[in-house]
Structure formats: C-alpha cells, structure tokens
C-alpha cells in the first residue's frame, strides 16, 4: 500500500493519464470566441448538411429536436492549454444527421451563425466521435457558450467545435476554416500536440 500511496501522491498533474502534453486542467469553463455572440432564436434556426453534389439536407429546431439524442461525458482540450475533464453534454450525433446523407467527400466545413468556419475530416464526425450538442451540464447551452446548438468534436482541439454552428457542407479537398487560416492544424489532435502548423 505504501508503494501505491507514495507514487499516487508524487504525481504531478503533468503525469494526469487523462490531460494531454502542454496542457493544464481548469475547473472553470472559459469562453472563447473570435467575435460577438450571435443571438439566434430557435424560431430562426435551421441546420443543413450540403454535399458535393449540391443536396442539402434541412432540419428546424423541431426537426432537429426530434432526432434521438445522447448523454456525452467527455474532457475537452482548447489548444490555449486549458483541458476540463469530464463535461457533460446532451446532443444529436453526427452518425444520426448523416445516416441519409449520400456523398463520396472526404473532408467538411463547418459553418457557424457569425461566419466562423472550421474543416473537419468526415472520419473524425463519424463513428461515435462527434455531436450537434444543445444541452450543457443539464441546461439549455448558454449563448456564450455557442447555444443554442455547437458542434462538439472533444476528441479534437475545442477550436473544432464551432460554437452557433448552422451547418456542415461536404468538400473534396481539406480547405483551412478560420483559425486554421491563421495558422492552426489542420486537424487539431490535442494528443499528438497538432497546434500549429
Ligand atoms: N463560432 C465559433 N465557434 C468557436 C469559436 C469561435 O470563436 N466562434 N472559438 C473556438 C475556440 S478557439 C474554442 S477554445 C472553443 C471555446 O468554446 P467555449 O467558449 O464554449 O469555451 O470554441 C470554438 N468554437
Ligand atoms: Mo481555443
């Protein structure tokens, strides 16, 4: 017991299992935004997926509201150094909003209320990964936040999570967002500390 004690307590929160190199763990959940908080009703909002081919898949709040939805658990990693471990989140799953989608494009932008924009390889919305999330801590997701609805993408640098997100439109080729233009990953695995490029 005394080898498991004294090894516990000499860890440093460097040697956390759950915190990825270069970052440090926060209790507070920071905003970071590039801009003003856009306002947008529920009344006036719409999600929509655009292939390739030019379709566009369309949901309302209604609609969107309707799909089944999951509890996410997961820790967060924002590529300023701050991780929080162990949020908790409800949402759609990209798995849910694509299964009726039909495209041959691997790569996609995400496009937010406010004109952010952010690319993400279609893998990585795929397969459990990744959620259109309304819900945070069991609340509605505050504006600040990106209510009333953001992409959730955790396994990901947080800067892939675009807050007030109205759609995602498939693309041929892996196009740099809005903070990838100036100079972060493109594609942003916390683990393999892909900050800048
Ligand atoms: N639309 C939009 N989404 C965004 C951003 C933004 O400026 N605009 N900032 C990104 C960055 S850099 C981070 S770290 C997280 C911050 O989310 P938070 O403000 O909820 O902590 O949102 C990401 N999504
Ligand atoms: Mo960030």
Redesign the pocket.
């Known amino acids: 017991m005394g080898f498991f004690s004294s090894g516990f307590s000499g860890r440093g929160r460097s040697d956390n299992p759950d915190l990825p190199p270069g970052q440090y763990l926060t209790e507070s ?7 003003p908080t ?1 306002r947008i009703a529920t009344d006036d909002w719409e999600f929509t997926i655009a292939t390739e081919t030019g379709k566009v898949h369309r949901w309302n709040w209604a609609e969107f509201r309707a799909l089944p939805a999951e509890d996410v658990t997961t820790d ?1 990693h ?3 150094s ?1 991780s ?1 471990l162990g949020t908790g989140w409800r949402g759609v799953s990209l798995d849910t909003l694509f299964s009726g989608v039909e495209t041959s494009a691997e790569f996609t932008m995400a496009h ?7 690319n993400v390889p279609l893998d990585d919305l795929l397969g459990g990964k990744a959620w259109v999330a309304f819900d ?1 801590d069991g609340e509605a997701l505050e504006p ?3 209510g009333p609805a ?2 959730l993408v955790p396994h990901l ?9 109205r759609g995602i439109r498939m693309m041929q080729s892996d196009d740099p967002g ?2 990838e233009q100036n100079g ?1 990953h493109l594609r942003g695995d916390p683990w393999l500390e892909q900050r800048y490029w």
Not at 29 to 35: N, Q, T
Not at 112 to 118: A, L, N
């Open positions: 959940f920071p905003v970071l935004s590039a801009g856009p967060i924002c590529v300023t701050w929080k937010s209320y406010g004109g952010y924009t952010t945070f600040e936040h990106g953001r992409l640098y947080f800067w892939k999570s675009a807050k007030w997100v809005f903070w972060y």
